[in-house]
C-alpha cells in the first residue's frame, strides 16, 4: 500500500537522535530507565519523523490491547428500552477515550456463542477485558469469566450469586428499587393513595427489584398490594390491557408506577382512552417518555461508564488490572438514579394544557 | 496470567502433526501451498490442541486487523433521530461478525481529532478501514481519507463533490426523496391537497434532498410551495410552533410531511392542541413513531450495513480492499427506503379510536 511507503523505523528513530535502538524501545517502554535528556532527545525524534510503535508488536511484547470487548445485539434489544444500552455504549467510548483504551464490538449468538467469543478475544489478545451486560439470574457468562480468571465489569448485579459483595465479581449497577421508591414517594406528593405497580413477570432480577421499591413504599396492606401489582411482557399493548383491567375493576388503583417507559406509554394509552388522568412514572427516561410529557426514573449513564472504568483499570489508569484483588476498595458500585418529573407533577400544574387528541 | 499457561505454540502443532513449524505456518497463511492431506493433518492437531494463531502476530505479518472503526459520539446527537445510528451500528455489527470482521469504536472530538485518530488507527493497524456516518456538505474527513488513500465507505453521500459516482468514493445511502415521494403520495392517498413540507434550515443535503422529494410529488404551483415549506431546527417544539403558524395561516395545509420523527411529533403535538386530525408522516420510524402511531419513512438498516461491507470488501470477502478500482460494479449503493403506515392509514380507518388526552 502507498502509505506504507516510507514509513519510518525504530532504527531511524535511532539514527536520528544518535542513541541505539535499545534506547529508542526503552524511551517507549521503559521510560525511567532512561536519562531525563536523553528521553526528550528521542522524543523529540519520534516527534519529528512521526514515527508510530507498531500497536501489533507492543500488543505482542505487552499482551496489552488497550482494548475493551463490549457485545452488541443484532438489533436493539427493545425499541423504546434498548435505547438505555446505546446510550450506555456511547457514554463508555467516551469515557475509555480519556484513559486512551477502545472499544471493540463483538456480535453473538446466544451463551455459548458468547463463551467462545470471550475466549478468542482473550487467547488471541484482541482485547484485555470485557464489559457485560444485561446480566440475568444465574448468568453463566458470568460465572465461566470468573472462574477462567478473565477481568470482567457487569453493568448489572451478578443476580443469584450467594455473596454479592464477593470480590472476584466487579459490578456496576443503578439502585432501581431506590428509583421506584422516589417515583412512588412523587405520585404520593401528588396526591395518590393507591398507587399500582406494573412490572415484567418473574423471575427477573431487574424487575423484582424495581417491584421491591414499590412494596417498600406504597403503604399498602399485603392483600392490595396483590391486587395492585401486575407482571406483563415489556410491551405497551401489553401494558395497556392490565392497565385497563385495573381501571374497570371495583377499586381503582390512583397512580401507576411502571417498571419500563414501555409499560408507562401503555397505562397512559389506558388512561387517555377513558379520559383519565391519573399519574404515570416510567422507567430509564427514554426519548417516548420525553416525547410523551410522561415522568420517569433516569440512570445516569455517564457515571456508570466511569464508574465501570474504574473497577476495571482503577480510578486512572489505563491498564485492565487482572486480579481485582489488587482493587482498592469494594468492587462493585451501586448508582442512585433521578426521577425526571414531567407532566403531572409540579411544573405541569401551571403549564398543562387540555387537548383533545382523536389519534391516541 | 494463569490463563497463558500451556498455551499451545506453533511448535506443539508442527511436532503433533509431524511437520516443520514453516509448513503449519503455511497451512494458516497460504493454504493452498500446502498438499491437502498435510493440509487435513495440520488442522487435525489445531483442532486438537486448540491452537490459536496469536492475532497480534497475524497482524504484524498481514497487516491486516480484521477490524472496521467507526467513529461513537459521547451522546446519541439526537435522542430521537439519534436512534437510526445506533440501529445501524447494531447491523453493521451483525453483518460483520458474519465475515469474521469485528467494529471497533473511537471518540473524537471535532474534525481535526478524527483526523488524528484515523492517522493512528491505520499506522498502528488497529483498523484495516473506516466506516464514516454523519456525512455533512464539504465533508473534510472524505477528502483526507481519499487523499490519503485510506480505505472507507460512508453511510451518507459525500455532499458537495462533483461527481458522485467517482470510484474514489464509497458509499451508501438510502434514497431520501423517493421517502418523501411515498410519504406525500401517501397523504395524497387520503385526500390531501395541500401538503406541507417541514423540513430543516438550508444548507443541509440529506434535508434538501429530502424537500426534493416533496417538490416532485405535491403538485403545487411555486408561490403556493414557498408558502407550504418550512426549515426550522430539528426539534419537537420548535416544528409545533412552524406547524402552528401555517395551521392558523388563511390557507392552512391539510397534511404534513417531515424530515424527521422529531419535526412529525412537533406536527401532530400543533394539530392535537387545534383538536384537529391530520395526516402526518415523520422519517426513520424511530420508537417515537412507533409509540405515537405516527406513520414513517423507515430505512434498511441491515441493508445498509450489507451494503457497506460489501463496499468495503466485495460481496463475501472477509479482506478490506484498499483500491477501489478492485471491486466490480459502481462504488456507491443508493438504497429505497419503506414507507410504515400506521394510525391515519387505511388500518387506522378501521381500528381508529377517539379519545381525549388531557396531558398532551
Redesign the interface.
Known amino acids: 500500500?502507498?502509505?506504507?511507503t516510507g514509513?519510518p523505523t525504530i532504527s531511524d528513530v535511532a539514527k536520528a537522535a544518535r542513541v541505539s535502538r535499545q534506547t529508542v524501545s526503552n524511551v517507549i517502554n521503559r521510560p525511567d530507565l532512561v536519562r531525563p535528556e536523553t528521553r526528550r532527545r528521542v522524543e523529540g525524534a519520534i516527534e519529528r519523523l512521526r514515527y508510530?510503535?507498531?500497536?501489533?508488536?507492543r500488543?505482542?511484547r505487552t499482551?496489552r490491547?488497550s482494548?475493551i470487548g463490549i457485545r452488541?445485539?443484532?438489533?436493539?434489544a427493545n425499541?423504546?428500552s434498548g435505547?438505555v444500552l446505546?446510550?450506555f455504549?456511547?457514554?463508555l467510548?467516551?469515557r475509555?477515550?480519556e484513559r486512551g483504551i477502545?472499544?471493540?464490538?463483538?456480535?453473538?449468538n446466544g451463551i455459548d456463542a458468547e463463551l467462545a467469543e470471550f475466549r478468542?478475544l482473550?487467547?488471541?489478545?484482541?482485547v484485555d477485558g470485557f464489559v457485560v451486560t444485561s446480566t440475568t439470574y444465574g448468568d453463566r457468562r458470568i460465572s465461566w469469566l470468573v472462574e477462567?480468571?478473565?477481568p470482567f465489569v457487569s453493568f448489572g448485579r451478578p443476580w443469584g450469586v450467594a455473596d454479592m459483595t464477593d470480590r472476584r465479581y466487579r459490578w456496576v449497577d443503578v439502585d432501581g428499587a431506590a428509583g421506584v421508591r422516589m417515583a412512588t414517594e412523587h405520585v404520593q406528593s401528588l396526591g395518590a393513595r393507591e398507587v399500582a405497580f406494573v412490572g415484567w413477570p418473574s423471575p427477573s432480577g431487574i424487575g423484582e427489584e424495581r417491584r421491591q421499591g414499590w412494596i417498600e413504599s406504597c403503604g399498602l396492606a399485603p392483600e392490595r398490594m396483590a391486587e395492585l401489582s401486575v407482571g406483563v411482557a415489556d410491551e405497551?399493548t401489553e401494558a395497556a390491557r392490565a392497565v385497563a383491567e385495573l381501571l374497570d375493576s371495583s377499586r381503582p388503583p390512583d397512580a401507576f408506577v411502571c417498571a419500563s417507559d414501555s409499560l408507562a406509554?401503555g397505562a397512559?394509552m389506558a388512561l387517555?382512552?377513558r379520559?383519565l388522568?391519573l399519574p404515570v412514572v416510567g422507567f430509564d427516561d427514554?426519548?417516548?417518555a420525553?416525547?410523551?410529557?410522561l415522568s420517569s426514573v433516569s440512570q445516569p449513564l455517564s457515571d456508570v461508564a466511569e464508574a465501570v472504568l474504574e473497577l476495571l483499570m482503577g480510578p486512572d489508569g489505563g491498564v485492565v488490572i487482572?486480579d481485582p484483588d489488587r482493587l482498592a476498595g469494594p468492587t462493585h458500585r451501586l448508582l442512585q438514579p433521578e426521577l425526571v418529573v414531567r407532566?403531572?407533577g409540579a411544573s405541569?400544574r401551571e403549564e398543562?394544557?387540555?387537548?383533545?387528541?382523536?389519534?391516541?
Do not use: F, N
Open positions: 500500500m502507498a502509505r506504507s514509513t508510530r510503535p507498531h500497536a501489533s508488536a500488543r505482542l499482551r490491547s482494548t452488541l445485539d443484532p438489533v436493539s425499541g423504546i435505547s446505546d446510550g455504549l456511547h457514554a467510548t467516551e475509555a477515550a477502545r472499544i471493540l464490538l463483538y456480535a453473538a478468542r482473550i487467547d488471541e489478545s484482541e477462567q480468571r478473565i405497551a406509554l397512559r387517555v382512552e379520559g388522568e427514554t426519548p417516548v420525553a416525547a410523551m410529557g487482572d407532566g403531572e405541569a398543562g394544557k387540555e387537548t383533545c387528541d382523536e389519534d391516541a
